[in-house]
């Protein structure tokens, strides 16, 4: 019988919290990868994004990479409807790595769409969520 998206969410959930109590992030990202892979295999691997974007919100203090697996499979849906639940994400509650993934999206001047996420990122310049580091990247984004 083949794993359900709810699976992998909870075999990612404890390699997070593994390596949130060693302070290793490798030993969340390393297989975090394998992970990812075997949800691109899946029928509807788009279904496995919200539950993602959810465990990232959950636990934000964990270093996920740049983009690192979740990134690099998110962003695998880019224009797919991706972009529009990462910015529920943010609306329940904004990350670093979030904001880290909407900066990428603002970084494309080629999106018809960069004008609006540019204007959402804006928003959380003052973010009591996010690190100086992120504020301080959020203002200097050119409209």
Not at 20 to 42: C, M, R, S, W
Request: negative net charge; glycine residues 4%; charged residues 35%.
């Amino acid at each position: 019988m083949p794993k359900a998206i709810n699976d992998y969410i909870s075999e990612l959930e404890e390699l997070i919290k593994e390596a949130h109590k060693t302070g290793d992030k490798y030993v969340f990202q390393d297989p975090a990868y394998n992970i990812t892979d075997e949800l691109e295999e899946l029928e509807k691997p788009f279904e496995a994004v919200e539950p993602i974007l959810r465990l990232i919100e959950r636990s934000p203090n964990i270093d996920y990479g740049g983009p690192g697996p979740f990134g690099s499979f998110i962003e695998k849906f880019s224009h797919e409807g991706y972009e529009e639940l990462l910015i529920e994400s943010l609306q329940r509650k904004p990350t670093n790595y979030t904001i880290f993934l909407l900066n990428r999206i603002c970084n494309d001047k080629n999106d018809p769409d960069r004008p609006r996420y540019v204007k959402i990122i804006k928003t959380y310049e003052n973010s009591n969520y996010l690190s100086d580091f992120w504020k301080e990247a959020i203002r200097s984004i050119e409209e």
